[in-house]
């Protein structure tokens, strides 16, 4: 099975003919790979025509190395259990990376150079230089091993999670299977399979723990090494994060705390009332709180995907043509399984320029919003993939989020394929719900992870605190956590973007408010706002975040100014659905 998914996704074509890296190279061998980017270092460069030319041979090149690597991750991820499959990721990943870091510094300091001599379009190029300036200064050759640590560490990190599943209702299922339970009307029902996730999560708390240390030391090391203040200074260039720096990112926390948090508390407490509770358990806040059965969208990942089909086909016709062209190529795999890595991802292969959906469906409404938002990660993908420089094929998370967020609620105008008039209402509902609880939980994984790295020298028994503390602040406290506090000190050991992506979680915060921007402008104008939508995704990442934000129509802020308004409209919405 695993030789055959990899041979499909290894012949998918090439966008585009290549011109510099000859064909059948085997990209996973150091050696070869070494030699393709020797021979870019070698070329002289003698005039702006030739400096383009080589850029473009560099982007060819980079690209069809990112597919390589992108084929071993899909197969590790959808087949952790594999051993050959996890061995061909842990050797590309030991070997490839380290051997080609030390060698895309030199070329882009040897781009750099050039650069002063024979000039290239400035606006063309503007982010794309100052994105490759940053990396010149951040770079230090003795942190490539450190990286490929974090980077194995990672993997680790993916392992034992996919490997926690549970015997339940007189079988074994996954955590992502598992979490159905939790819509059950049967109190006892959820408690049980609640208590029954919680205590196979615990039994690996102390591995996760560890893992994570480990990574936190490496990581204010590499920052150390690169010259930097600490990891938040380190990663914010890191991740060319140009447009907002980490007091931005304050201002959110505060603005969430005022005006989000508030809102989160009244829809916890009209649950609690609709419940007839004295108090809201951990395993109370995902159940239909009118005691209806879970909403059931599908009954098979085929009805998933054929529906979602039609509501990209009555959304936008090119939409719909591209999802089918995304089903017929392959490249959706959506079935949660034994061995299988949690969460869901949208991967680019970047040769063939075609999108690569996960993801891990059991048949609940949380699916159909999770294929929608990756599925607009997949058209952003595609609205970019003409241009020639991978580089910008690829746009800033805090717009590709936009993306995926955007179309969750673009979509799910539509989302009566899977509903009743009824039922569409509670499954509208649960997602503006839904939305208010992902900013405030922006907030509270952002302000975690800030105070993580701006205390290098803290205690495991200090960052417990500190994430109750932050937890209680962004609506943690209005659940009683009652006998499980110590369940409560680690729940962020399921956010995998503090293991594997460290910072990368503001970006949903700030595009969940560009999102809903893009929803108000449907409100009263659908077609213009599509078409503003479709012009932001065609720009990838040629632009900065602000440009972005004004070609799709929308404003790149996340104060209170802009925030107050789009809380106001979903609790306005979520009361007409209540």
């Known amino acids: 099975m695993i030789v055959k998914e990899i041979m499909e996704l290894a012949q998918l074509l090439p966008y585009q003919n290549r011109t510099f890296v000859p064909e059948k190279t085997d990209l996973t061998d150091v050696e070869t790979v070494k030699g393709l980017y020797q021979l870019l270092l070698d070329r002289p460069v003698t005039s702006s025509q030739e400096l383009e030319r080589w850029l473009l041979d560099r982007s060819e090149l980079d690209a069809a190395l990112s597919q390589a690597g992108s084929i071993l991750y899909i197969h590790m991820t959808c087949h952790t259990d594999d051993a050959k499959a996890a061995g061909a990721y842990t050797q590309f990943i030991q070997t490839v990376p380290p051997a080609v870091k030390p060698l895309n510094d030199q070329l882009n300091r040897k781009y750099l150079t050039a650069l002063k001599s024979y000039s290239l379009d400035v606006k063309r190029y503007k982010v794309y230089n100052r994105a490759t300036t940053v990396d010149v200064e951040l770079f230090v050759e003795a942190n490539v091993p450190l990286q490929t640590k974090v980077d194995l560490l990672s993997q680790q990190y993916q392992t034992i999670c996919a490997a926690m599943t549970v015997h ?5 299922q996954t955590m992502p299977q598992m979490s159905k339970y939790l819509l059950e009307p049967d109190r006892k029902k959820r408690e049980e399979a609640w208590r029954a996730m919680t205590l196979r999560r615990m039994a690996d708390k102390d591995k996760l723990e560890n893992i994570f240390d480990e990574m936190f030391k490496l990581r204010c090391q590499i920052a150390t090494q690169a010259g930097c203040k600490n990891f938040v200074d380190y990663q914010f260039q890191a991740y060319h994060r140009f447009d907002y720096t980490p007091d931005d990112c304050q201002k959110y926390h505060q603005s969430i705390a005022q005006w989000v948090v508030p809102l989160y508390g009244e ?3 009209k649950r609690q009332q609709e419940m007839k509770l004295e108090a809201l358990r951990p395993w109370d806040t995902a159940v239909d709180p009118k005691a209806r059965k879970p909403l059931k969208p599908f009954d098979k990942v085929s009805d998933l995907i054929e529906k979602t089909q039609n509501i990209f086909n009555q959304l936008d016709g090119q939409l719909g043509n591209q999802f089918k062209q995304i089903k ?5 795999n959506l079935e949660s399984r034994k061995g299988k890595a949690p969460g869901g991802y949208q991967n680019t292969l970047n040769e063939a320029r075609k999108p690569f959906i996960f993801m891990n469906a059991v048949g609940v409404d949380d699916d159909v919003r999770t294929l929608l938002h990756e599925s607009g990660h997949a058209f952003h993908a595609l609205a970019c993939a003409g241009d020639p420089l991978v580089d910008y094929r690829h746009g800033p998370m805090e717009f590709c989020e936009v993306a995926s967020m955007a179309m969750e609620l673009l979509g799910g105008r539509y989302i009566n394929q899977f509903y009743s008039p009824e039922d569409t209402m509670r499954s509208n509902r649960e997602h503006l719900e839904g939305i208010v609880h992902i900013l405030a939980w922006v907030a509270n994984i952002d302000a975690f992870q800030h105070w993580l790295y701006e205390h290098p020298s803290h205690t495991p028994q200090e960052r417990c605190q500190a994430w109750c503390d932050y937890y209680h602040q962004f609506g943690g406290q209005l659940i009683d956590w009652q006998e499980f506090e110590e369940t409560q000190a680690y729940l962020w050991h399921s956010q995998l973007h503090i293991f594997e992506m460290p910072f990368y979680y503001i970006e949903y915060g700030i595009a969940q408010l560009g999102a809903l ?35 799709a129509g929308i404003k790149f802020d996340f104060s209170a100014r802009i925030i107050k308004p789009l809380v106001d409209e979903v609790y306005n919405q979520w009361r007409t659905l209540a």
């Open 168 to 172: 339940f209702d007189g079988q074994e």
């Open 267 to 269: 829809i916890l407490k």
């Open 328 to 332: 017929e190529f392959g490249l959706l």
């Open 517 to 551: 921007q893009l929803w108000m402008n449907a409100k009263s104008n659908p077609s213009k706002a599509l078409g503003d939508y479709r012009h932001g995704l065609s720009l990838g990442g040629s632009r900065p975040l602000p440009e972005l934000y004004e070609a």
